[in-house]
């Protein structure tokens, strides 16, 4: 996972808090996507960002949710007025251009715990 | 999205015995991918299958793309303590998304 670096790695908050985790895609790389997982679960995809543009957000809760991948600076998952069934691994993956899935290079996720 | 079906859930296996997984879905996969999640961490490509009926290897893994284009399944041979994680299926859904398994946790007895 060298290479994609998310923090916090940890992120506890109170129900009702904002959430902000935060993605450095790997040099070179202008594609980032975000996973979410549920304990005992698989990843499932929220959204696909380059460079100033949501590609596809289909997998992101309407409500709450939101993200950002700036021309400088780490993409932004931002979750509002946190519920605990928030609470799961969040996932950043970045990519080449041109690569897909296959060039994926996973970060080793922000753990969110709502109390 | 798609439904991946991953099986089994959860293993023990004695070091040393070989370990077989599968995963199944209701739709077809132009590609199937392999994963290995280690506690704390994020996933890691293990394997890559690109084509119906492919036979990859990386070490002590195999994997099969099946001719279905619907399953694969995953073999480590010779298992050891440091095979211990979660291994995930996932199957590329359209240029960029990626459908995953719920995962198969493997332990195993020294």
């Known amino acids: 996972n060298a290479g994609v670096m998310q923090n916090p790695r940890h992120l506890v908050r109170r129900r009702g808090q904002e959430a902000r985790l935060r993605c450095s895609p790997m040099?070179?790389?202008?594609?980032v996507y975000w996973y979410r997982q549920l304990p005992e679960e698989g990843l499932k995809f929220m959204v696909y960002?380059?460079?100033?543009?949501?590609?596809?957000e289909s997998g992101m809760p309407k409500e709450r949710f939101s993200a950002e991948f700036p021309k400088e600076g780490p993409s932004i998952l931002r979750i509002q007025q946190v519920v605990r069934g928030d609470s799961a691994a969040y996932f950043c993956?970045?990519?080449?251009?041109?690569?897909?899935?296959?060039?994926?290079?996973f970060g080793s996720g922000t753990r969110l715990t709502v109390v | 999205g798609q439904q991946l079906n991953q099986s089994p859930q959860s293993m023990f296996i004695q070091e040393g015995e070989d370990v077989s997984m599968n995963c199944t879905s209701s739709?077809?996969?132009?590609?199937w991918l392999w994963y290995k999640q280690d506690p704390g961490e994020g996933p890691v490509l293990l394997i890559a299958?690109?084509?119906?009926?492919e036979l990859t290897s990386n070490g002590r893994l195999t994997a099969q793309f099946g001719i279905t284009r619907k399953d694969s399944f995953l073999n480590i041979s010779a298992s050891i303590p440091s095979d211990v994680g979660i291994y995930f299926c996932?199957?590329?859904?359209?240029?960029?998304?990626?459908?995953f398994g719920a995962g198969t946790t493997v332990t195993v007895r020294a």
């Open positions: 993956a970045s990519s080449p251009p041109g690569t897909g899935p296959n060039g994926y290079t």
């Open positions: 040099k070179g790389h202008s594609h």
């Open positions: 960002l380059q460079k100033e543009n949501i590609i596809d």
């Open positions: 739709s077809i996969f132009n590609t």
């Open positions: 299958l690109y084509k119906a009926g």
């Open positions: 996932a199957g590329r859904s359209n240029d960029y998304k990626l459908s």
